[in-house]
């Protein structure tokens, strides 16, 4: 059979992963695919790149949109990131008839309500495996392997990067900018790193997944988004001596009333497997039904971990090429038009405990004003540590952590408990979750 050829749009690191993937396990690939997968063209943005092309007999060009126009290639692996002009590519590459692979998160998150409708009308496929968490399969194992299950939620430590800088934070005692340049330098980061810092690189993930998990449309703009710029190596220290690690999670969760999408730093306790992921590695745990709750480990970000991914979807794309249209596995896991008209709710209505940190005035009866308020808000308090005052200071830290509660009721006593003359500066609010 004549080999299949593909067309890489981007090589930086994970268009370099990919060559060398495909390339190295070029027998292994072929034995699993049926055919031979070669890669015939690449584009970038420099002809830097000039090495890994002649190393691997691949033509270079600086113009994505020849290799998407040339009609002996079959598949376009887009792997330059971002929407825009990458957005435009892609369509134009459905529309010549070509089966797309990428890596982009935001794209898909952000358009690709879109990019699949005209991919189902034009009856290619669009697989993206490599979007979420680098090297584990966990969009197949959401859309295949767990078919079966109703998911009630899932949590995910989805942002290499944050993940790491927590991890150095808390092990060696190390800067947050310090750690970010090490990540950059090692390729975890995104090319703009305030994505890593801020969640939204975690909430394009979590978008992708809650789509594929409860069968709704891909909804980035519903996602409640909070970075780990805010976490202090005091909330990490005083998060474990209460049994608690911080993490910043991507949680999806569908209840009666609809659907939570929300991204923050949150503290798990530390006897849950997911707290003792560290470093760049990320992970998913999935609740399902029948199943109960699933954990896929492994790394989220590098060269070949998510060229793994890449690689894979390419191999599917490939076996499915003699496939009805109709009957291929939907891109979202659920038919495209049997997906689900449930709301998505706003941050006021989720309901979870929270780990507080204030700093407050050494003197009677300011604990007592602290906890008037939260009483007045039915918000109950499930451990309390009070710290002696440093050294030349008149103000103490306390940190307390509350039962569950509802968002809005929190909200409104967090801001009476800052309007008190005897609590300085801000409260620092952790949301918790037990991942039961
Ligand atoms: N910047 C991402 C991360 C890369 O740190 O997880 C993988 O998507």
């Known amino acids: 059979m004549k080999p299949i050829k593909i067309g890489v749009l981007g090589l930086g690191t994970v268009g370099g992963g990919t060559v060398n993937v495909l390339t190295r396990n070029a027998m292994e690939i072929t034995r699993r695919a049926g055919r031979e997968i070669i890669i015939t063209r690449a584009s970038a943005r420099s002809v830097d790149?000039?090495?890994?092309?002649?190393?691997?007999?691949?033509?270079?060009?600086?113009?994505?949109?020849?290799?998407?126009?040339?009609?002996?290639?079959?598949?376009?692996?887009?792997?330059?990131?971002?929407?825009?002009?990458?957005?435009?590519?892609?369509?134009?590459?459905?529309?010549?008839?070509?089966?797309?692979?990428?890596?982009?998160?935001?794209?898909?998150?952000?358009?690709?309500?879109?990019?699949?409708?005209?991919?189902?009308?034009?009856?290619?496929?669009?697989?993206?495996?490599?979007?979420?968490?680098?090297?584990?399969?966990?969009?197949?194992?959401?859309?295949?392997?767990?078919?079966?299950?109703?998911?009630?939620?899932?949590?995910?430590?989805?942002?290499?990067?944050?993940?790491?800088?927590?991890?150095?934070?808390?092990?060696?005692?190390?800067?947050?900018?310090?750690?970010?340049?090490?990540?950059?330098?090692?390729?975890?980061?995104?090319?703009?790193?305030?994505?890593?810092?801020?969640?939204?690189?975690?909430?394009?993930?979590?978008?992708?997944?809650?789509?594929?998990?409860?069968?709704?449309?891909?909804?980035?703009?519903?996602?409640?988004?909070?970075?780990?710029?805010?976490?202090?190596?005091?909330?990490?220290?005083?998060?474990?001596?209460?049994?608690?690690r911080i993490k910043h999670l991507g949680i999806a969760r569908k209840s009666a009333q609809g659907i939570e999408l929300r991204v923050h730093p949150t503290l798990?306790?530390?006897?849950?497997?997911?707290?003792?992921?560290?470093?760049?590695?990320?992970?998913?745990?999935?609740?399902?039904?029948?199943?109960?709750?699933?954990?896929?480990?492994?790394?989220?970000?590098?060269?070949?971990?998510t060229a793994s991914a890449v690689v894979a979807d390419i191999i599917d794309v490939v076996r499915a090429l003699t496939s009805d249209p109709d009957n291929r596995v939907p891109h979202l896991g659920f038919q495209a038009n049997a997906l689900a008209d449930i709301p998505v709710l706003s941050c006021q209505h989720f309901s979870t405990a929270y780990y507080l940190r204030l700093t407050a005035e050494d003197k009677p009866g300011v604990l007592a004003d602290v906890t008037g308020i939260l009483a007045d808000h039915n918000i109950s308090i499930e451990a309390i540590i009070q710290k002696e005052p440093l050294q030349g200071e008149t103000s103490i830290p306390i940190i307390m952590l509350t039962q569950i509660t509802f968002e809005q009721e929190m909200t409104a006593a967090i801001a009476k408990i800052e309007a008190l003359l005897t609590v300085t500066g801000k409260i620092n609010h952790i949301r918790m979750e037990t991942l039961g």
Not at 115 to 120: D, G, N, V
Not at 197 to 207: E, F, R
Not at 285 to 300: F, H, S, W
């Open 49 to 244: 790149k000039q090495r890994i092309c002649a190393t691997h007999a691949i033509e270079l060009t600086t113009n994505s949109l020849e290799i998407i126009n040339d009609p002996e290639i079959d598949i376009i692996v887009e792997l330059i990131g971002g929407a825009g002009v990458v957005k435009e590519l892609v369509l134009a590459a459905i529309d010549n008839g070509k089966h797309v692979v990428t890596a982009n998160k935001l794209l898909i998150a952000q358009h690709g309500n879109e990019i699949f409708a005209r991919a189902s009308e034009k009856g290619v496929i669009v697989a993206f495996e490599a979007a979420v968490a680098g090297g584990i399969p966990i969009i197949k194992a959401l859309r295949e392997g767990l078919s079966g299950n109703q998911i009630e939620w899932l949590a995910g430590i989805i942002n290499g990067t944050s993940n790491f800088i927590l991890t150095e934070m808390r092990d060696k005692g190390r800067d947050f900018a310090d750690v970010l340049t090490e990540a950059q330098a090692l390729g975890y980061a995104e090319a703009d790193p305030t994505f890593d810092i801020q969640g939204i690189d975690a909430a394009h993930k979590l978008t992708i997944l809650a789509a594929i998990a409860f069968g709704i449309p891909l909804q980035f703009d519903k996602v409640y988004t909070e970075g780990i710029a805010n976490i202090t190596r005091l909330d990490i220290q005083y998060a474990e001596e209460l049994g608690y």
């Open 268 to 305: 798990i306790p530390q006897h849950r497997l997911i707290a003792n992921v560290n470093g760049v590695m990320n992970a998913v745990v999935v609740k399902g039904d029948a199943v109960g709750p699933t954990l896929y480990y492994g790394a989220g970000a590098g060269a070949e971990p």
